[in-house]
T-cell receptor, first 115, second 111 residues
Framework: QQQVKQSPQSLIVQKGGISIINCAYE??????FPWYQQFPGKGPALLIA?????SEKKEGRFTISFNKSAKQFSLHIMDSQPGDSATYFC??????????????FGTGTLLAVQP | DAGITQSPRYKITETGRQVTLMCHQT?????MFWYRQDLGHGLRLIYY???????DKGEVPDGYVVSRSKTENFPLTLESATRSQTSVYFC??????????FGQGTRLTVV
């Protein structure tokens, strides 16, 4: 059962363009939605995260848009650069009592930014 | 060095053998996790631990065993390795409601 669905599986963007990756979730108990960035041969690293009490969070060129009613959230990378080429994972976590603290990941998006 | 380290980085083993992947963190984080990464499946949770001597199953626990006798260590054992367990394994740690930090991963090949 895939609780977090991510699309597209791969994405090619020209340098300077906008990269958009989408995720949808089912469990309304989720209350923390991070995006992780992974370079080849490395472990995933937190890029940006949002909680459902806000609809948007921006950090530099990276923005999360969150639609609570639709149970969807997306990552926008503005002015995409070749150095952004990596695999991106969305994730979700239930914070109820902090009992599990476990992240459920999407299937990942391989982003290639062409110079 | 502070951080989370996994060993070995690469491992080739034969079907039916027992193999243990090690994970060590220096932050004294309460939570530790084991994920496997496979193309088309993303990162799937195998087991997690909320504290020493407390462990629980994740999404794909079959064929794996974990233990956590010390806060800083969380080894993952494949009791009888199968080819379907060929994967990249990631260990992670976090505190309650904080960022999860991942290790560099262990690439395991079962032949």
């Amino acid at each position: 059962q895939q609780q977090v669905k991510q699309s597209p599986q791969s994405l090619i963007v020209q340098k300077g363009g906008i990269s958009i990756i989408n995720c949808a979730y089912e469990n309304t108990a989720f209350d923390y939605f991070p995006w992780y960035q992974q370079f080849p041969g490395k472990g995933p690293a937190l890029l940006i995260a949002i909680r459902p009490d806000v609809s948007e969070k921006k950090e530099g060129r990276f923005t999360i848009s969150f639609n609570k009613s639709a149970k969807q959230f997306s990552l926008h990378i503005m002015d995409s650069q070749p150095g952004d080429s990596a695999t991106y994972f969305c994730a979700a976590r239930s914070g109820h009592g902090g009992a599990t603290n476990k992240l459920i990941f999407g299937t990942g998006t391989l982003l290639a930014v062409q110079p | 060095d502070a951080g989370i380290t996994q060993s070995p980085r690469y491992k080739i083993t034969e079907t039916g053998r027992q193999v243990t992947l090690m994970c060590h963190q220096t932050w004294s984080h309460s939570y530790m996790f084991w994920y496997r990464q496979d193309l088309g499946h993303g990162l799937r949770l195998i087991y997690y631990s909320a504290a020493a001597d407390i462990t629980d199953k994740g999404e794909v626990p079959d064929g794996y065993v974990v233990s956590r006798s010390k806060t800083e260590n969380f080894p993952l054992t494949l009791e009888s390795a199968t080819r379907s367990q060929t994967s990249v394994y990631f260990c992670a740690s976090s505190e309650v409601n904080t960022e999860a930090f991942f290790g560099q991963g262990t690439r395991l090949t079962v032949v």
